[in-house]
């Protein structure tokens, strides 16, 4: 055939005569080109982690795990997403016994982190990473995955598969079509002609592969908390003192994340004691801070809540991850709507509430599309910054059906005396209610256009008062957290004497494929005293009746 | 207690509100009756699809049905259209021809001009206030959109005198309030109002259907569909007693009032044949009087027999007194149109058996050709149901024929018959796991499990195998509704189109049907399907496309242009011994209906030698004769060759010619005109309640009439009844012999030159591909066991078909086609191609520069070898294909720019082990002329003691053996109680196994998943056929690496 020349030369001879033995001062000499074919001692030395496939996929948060105990071994360390690591080890492997006993510390780590991992270490970065997958598929013995001595390098590469060097599949695929299949059979390829079919890009990774050209990779650090201890020469017990003592470690929190430009959500804060555990105390942020003065100032109303079994210590603060932090979070508050300032002071707010109720009593409401009562809201979070809120409307159908009044949040603790001082029961009907409703009682707003403040002032969004009464009219903003069985005479419900039923029955027939199949009849009901409730009579035999929620 | 009130249901939809109603329309007829309701209105959602089934069911019975529609414009209104005669029947099915017309298959849209301008005529209208009640958004949804009073003036404004309120009192909690609204709309607008039910089932009962149908609707799981579903069960059809109880007593009685204005019924659709092809000056008559004389003259240039002459003379007068003549004229302009094309074509059915048929050249089973009592029969003067032609044409062409229909009568006059699309097993547990929350593996293994599922519960320990727990709570839910979904007679999913049959009408089809669009481009189909059309006694013509006309088509044109002679449909020569043998042998592969296995397995028992066999031996493979009972007896007769006593003259004139065992449908028909004296009439009846007596019953009253009759005229009660019961298991699976004897013409035609052209008409198959039985591979093999040379694809050489070449002793030579290499552009393949013959080329460059093949086309012919002569192996042609450059635009190539020619070493690759080759062979041309893949693993086989299939060829009946092949095909045919047959191939031949269904159970993966399959078993043999009955099967696909087969399976 035409157009053809004699032969190019191939990458590299598979096997290389050695010039010179080279003697122990070799050891420095640097890879360069062909010289480093016949050099014995490696300018560098990779150690390669291939995390297998677990039935989690290893995620980038299990590698930097596994980076930030690696550290101990080598300060070089280099992530290969999505489940490969490497680490230099030239310098090193000498602290560990040798090559042998770097392996065997690494894979303690792996397995402490209940990993399962293979491990190959070898002159370059990407023949370590091919030989440690390369032992995963064939389950190779350990001993022939460790390769120091680069003269000897391509030749335990070339019978490995192609599919060692994770190239995309394509290319696989290109490259079996003309019969080769290992990376030996790549090699022996003419380099023009490998270029020209299979790219540059391959041909640099073959060059890489063999130490031909140089191989950088980026250093991995480990991501930083914050975690401030400090000792007392004496004991504390009052809570001011404590704030005291605590300023300025939160002030050095502060320093650290404006100088990360950070944030924090969690913070906890621990007091040591003589005898007893420590007390724990930990902050959780609608948004994240970096104000130690704000910080102080939630943490104080935390601890003011605090009981302290013995006097503190020793305290300590930590930080959970940081997190960039959202300059703004305009637009959700009015100025004035909740009480005061602008929207800024929204988060600042229900830190505060959560802070003084505790984190579980505060918290989001959403509706939910479902026809059964119980299954109509659901808590959430009350994340209140401007990019959650605009993210969440965007993305969230439900909450987009929904006008803005009805994204808003409820205490829990919303009963006659659930709210803290300072809050009166607004609500006559409620007052006027007989049963009692236990704090645990959960309000459900349904989406009611409704929403209670801290102040305890009820606000009501304007009802449409047309013929056609809204949904929210028919079913009450409280529902018990379980239906309450109810008397009956004569087939008719009684609570504390006999319930007049005021009006027609909705009927409820759906939830049958999650098992929360209900079938029930609602009515509005009125006990003797004027209480409005709502009260539904089971469908299916034995029709009993239930209350199951009270009007306000 | 006052008398409950009378009831009319006036809004009510069935399950062909696809995906939205929950009950057939039957069922809602039946529970109407059954609740006393005076009338049922029908008001599908812009669509008609469903009333011809509930007219059927209400036939004969005490409840008056309505034919109607809901509508929802695209503004929000919601309205109920009822028909009140044929005028506004008409109006309504032209406006729901508009909404569907523009929208995308499935949808519609209206808008209030539509409405306006159509006017709805003759029509009452029923508002439906709140913008959303009762549709896709949930009750809630509309809560927000209280009914428009302007919705109600607009409304009043455009059908005064004749609109309604409708109340609907669903019990959400407002029935009250809402009432109270319309009542004082009513008042404001002096409007009546009347009760309604947004009915969606029958019974209440069906609530969890209908919530599982909506969610599939809306495509998400039933756990988020949220408001979508309805609040609670009430939109069925409620007792009257209830009702009463819910509204205002004058409310209900309105119901009766609107009810009793509609006075339409679909009994009143009559039907018109197109006029134009009656010529100026002619009646219908004369014109096709003329057209057969002319065809007669055609067919018998001697001179027409006088037998003949006067057969003709009694069908046209029959066709006159019938008036179908239009009917006759409008077939015969079809195909002379694909006649004047070139493109083959033959009709079959009852009426096309005629001698006018013949005449006019629907057909050629030439009466004299031993098929004479077939004409006896076609049309009868009672039966008042049109003819029945269908008419195939050369699959590849049939699209011109359609297209010329269109043309000729325009879209508003002809379009294609629906086909419903009934759940299937594997469709219900697609849907239904979806909408469970399973993922799509899990959903493809429960499908994949579950897909030769017929609803009973013997699946639990295949499900178990699976990983499912058949008792855990979601499969509890999910597998009752999957019952229900696939319970006869099928829960409808969407229209389709029909393969071809189509309706062409005189006046405006669309104000008999409504037209909608069919998801081809250009296509529209008619709401109804071929069984309503026919229901109501509408003409349709089928225009079907059959692969063997093409194929026949193409082998002529080959055999023809390599020896000079001129074959054509019917003129090759008749009746020859030698097919016949062939034929005998069961060396049938390729042949037209009579190489499936089954018909494989009866040839050597049955011994075809005359066409009429052949008639036969494609009716007696079918379920109907195998179901009841009648082929054992009939091949016993055939053999002893003793005379058959018949207990009458009648019985004798009608069974004689099947030696007294009834197998054609039409049989079952003429017993019951001679032996029970039916009328033609009552006995086509018969027929059509056989095909339906599992849907519907009513098979019964004929039970009495039937033995009654016969026991009357003196035949045994013995006779009579197993008369009866032979009827009964025939059912609607008779082949009819009016098919059966248009498929033996084609039957011998591509037996003829498979046994003297084997070459052309393996090309001619390999050509029509896709179609028939067997894929290139097996097509190939047997061409090549049959003495005929196969030569591959190259591209110095292959045109896009496969050719015949001339050997040097002038015998034909098959060279195999472009048309075969997988992922080959066509319009690459034609650059090719004529590149080829400006000049050869001399390199793969070469080629690739002047053809201007891209990258894909290139690594195409690379990988099926076709570069051999050029590059030498496959690595090597793929490593010059990779190398040539980027492929300019066209325009640049074709203006000849210079292009530098790249010099570089060939690099020493390894060459391709045998094994690779047929990989590579299978993978792109899906066939190989090397060895076959089995012969490269036969040692390893042999050590297992796996035998050949020529190893099997000479062992006695009885044996335990094993073998193993490549799954060529499973069937699994629906008669054959749970039976699976296989055909397994190796390099020495095919095997047939038969799989009892204990055995398919017990080995379920092996036999639905294998590729290469391992079978120890018994070998069988009967009267020549040979068959293992597996006892144990191995998956062995393993062993085939990357071997790609691909097994046909049918089901």
Sequence with gaps: MRHRRALELPFQESTSVPGSAPGPGDLLRPISGRAAVSTRAPAELWLAVHLEESPSQPGRQDLERLGARAQRLTPRISLDPPDGLLLEVKGSRHLFGGVEGLIREMAGECSRLRMACSLAIAPTPLAASALARAGRMAAAPASLLIVTDPAQLIGRLSPLPLAALRWPQDTVDRLARIGVRTIGEALRLPRAGFARRFGTAQLLALDRLTGRASDLKDRFEVRA????????????????????????????????????????????CRLQHRAVAPTRCVLRLAAPLADPRQLAALLAERLNALVLPEPVRGCELRSGPLVSRVLSSAGLWQPGEQGGGAAAQAPELIERLRARLGAEAVYGLRLVEDHRPEAGWRIREPVITASAVQSGLQNDPVRNALTKSQERFWTADAGPKGLGAGTKPSNPSLEGFPGRLSSRERVSGGGSPSWRSASGQDHFAIRSEGDNPGPWDRRPLWLLSAPRLLNERDGLPRRRGPLRLLCEGERVETGWWDGGELARDYYRAVDVRGARLWVFREREPPHRWFLHGVFG | ??????????????????????????????????????????????????????????????????????????????????????????????????????????????????????????????WLPGKAR?????????????????????????????????????????????????????????????????????????????????????NVPIAQAGWRLYPNGERY????????????????????????????????????????????????????????????????????????????????????????????????????FARSKGILCQGRGSAANSRVCYCLGVTSVDPLRGASLLFERFISRERNEPPDIDVDFEHERREEVIQYVYDKYGRERAAIAATVIMYRPKSALRDLGKIFGLDPTECTRLTKVMQWWDGGDAMRERLREAGFDPDGPMLARLLPLAQELIAFPGFPRH???????????????????PIENATMEGRTVVQWDKDDLNDLGLLKVDLLALGMLTALRKSFDLVNDFRGTHHALGSLPAEAAEVYEMISRADTIGVFQIESRAQMAMLPRLQPRCYYDLVIEIAIVRPGPIQGDMVHPYLKRRKSGEPVRYPSREVAGVLQRTLGVPIFQEQVMQLAIAAAGFTPGEADALRRAMGAWKRSGGIEHFREKLIGGMRARGYAEEFAQRLYQQMLGFGEYGFPESHSASFALLAYDSAWLKCHEPAAFAAALLNSQPMGFY???????????????????????????????????????????????????????????????????????????????DRGDLEALAAAGAFAA????????????????????????????????????????????????????????????????????????????????????????????????????????????????????????????????????????????????EVHGELQRQEGVMHVVAHRLIDRSRLLGELITRSRDFH
């Design chain 2, 495 to 513: 229209l389709s189109q029909h393969v071809g049959g189509f309706v062409i009408s005189e006046g405006a089809l669309e104000e008999l049907v």
């Design chain 2, 870 to 1013: 050029l590059s030498g192996n496959r690595h090597l042609a793929f490593w010059e294909v990779a190398g040539t450059e980027r492929p300019l635009p066209l325009e640049a190539a074709l203006v000849d720019a210079p292009h530098e020619e790249i010099h570089e070493p060939t690099p020493l690759l390894r060459t391709p082990t045998e094994g690779e080759r047929i990989v590579a062979d299978y993978a792109s041309i899906g066939l190989t002329l090397g060895r076959h893949p089995l012969a490269l693993l036969r040692e390893s086989l042999q050590s297992n003691r796996l035998l050949t299939a020529r190893d099997l060829d000479g062992m006695a009946h009885g044996k335990p053996v094993r073998t193993a092949g490549i799954v060529l095909m499973r069937q699994r045919p629906g008669t054959a109680s749970g039976v699976t047959f296989l055909t397994l191939e190796d390099e020495t031949g095919q095997v047939n196994i038969i799989v009892w269904e204990r055995i398919g159970e017990e080995y379920r993966r092996p036999l639905v998943e294998s590729r290469l399959l």
């Design chain 2, 134 to 218: 009762g549709t896709t958004l949930g009750p809630q949804g509309h809560e927000f959109e209280p009914p428009d009073p302007e919705e109600a003036r607009w409304l009043e404004e455009h059908f005064r005198g004749r609109l309604w309120i409708a109340v609907e009192l669903l019990r959400d909690g407002m029935d009250r309030g809402h009432l109270e609204t319309l009542q004082r709309i009513g008042r404001d607008l002096t409007l009546p109002l009347v009760a309604s039910g947004d009915v969606h089932m029958h019974i209440r009962a069906r609530r969890r259907l209908q919530d599982a149908v909506t969610a599939i609707r809306h």
């Design chain 2, 775 to 853: 894929a290139p591979a097996q097509l190939v093999r047997d061409a090549r066991a049959h003495g005929v040379e196969v030569r591959p694809v190259d591209v110095c050489v292959s045109v896009w078909d496969c050719t015949l070449e001339r050997r040097d002793d002038e015998e034909p030579v098959l060279r195999l086609g472009l048309r075969l290499v997988k992922s080959l552009t066509r319009n690459g393949a034609d650059r090719l191609i004529a590149a080829r013959r400006e000049q050869a080329f001399d390199s793969v460059q070469d080629l690739a520069a002047r053809a201007a093949l």
């Design chain 2, 1 to 126: 207690m006052t008398p409950d009130a009378p009831y009319a249901e006036l809004h009510c939809l069935t399950n062909f509100t696809f995906l939205r109603g929950a009950s057939h329309p039957h069922e809602l007829v039946g529970q109407a009756v059954e609740l006393g309701y005076e009338a049922l209105a029908i008001t599908d959602e812009c669509s008609v699809a469903g009333v011809v089934r509930a007219h059927v069911a209400a036939k004969g019975q005490q409840l008056k049905l309505i034919i109607g529609s809901e509508l929802r414009l695209t503004c929000g209104l919601k309205l109920v259209a009822l028909a009140t005669n044929r005028r506004g029947y008409g109006r309504l099915c032209r406006l729901i021809t508009r909404g569907r017309r523009a929208a995308a298959k499935g949808g519609y849209s209206l808008t209030r001009a539509d409405l306006e301008e159509n006017g709805l005529e003759h029509c009452l209208i029923l």
């Design chain 1, 225 to 268: 908390r914050f975690r401030r201890r400090r000792e007392l020469i004496y004991e504390l017990e009052s809570h001011a003192a404590l704030l005291a003592v605590l300023e300025p470690l939160l002030e050095e929190l502060g320093r650290f994340l404006e100088a990360r430009q950070c944030g924090v959500l969690t913070l906890e």
């Design chain 2, 237 to 336: 059809l409620r007792e009257r007693e209830r009702l009463a109880k819910l509204y205002p007593r004058e409310l209900l009685e309105e119901t009766v009032a609107v009810a009793r204005r509609c006075a339409f019924s679909l009994e009143e659709l009559r039907y018109e044949y197109p006029h134009e092809l009656v010529p100026e000056g002619e009646t219908p008559a004369s014109h096709l009087r003329k057209l057969t004389e002319a065809g007669a003259h055609w067919r018998w240039p001697q001179g027409v027999p006088p037998g003949e002459r006067a057969a003709i003379e009694h069908e046209l007068e029959l066709i006159a007194d019938l008036r179908y003549e239009p009917y006759f004229l409008t077939v015969h302009d079809i195909v002379a």
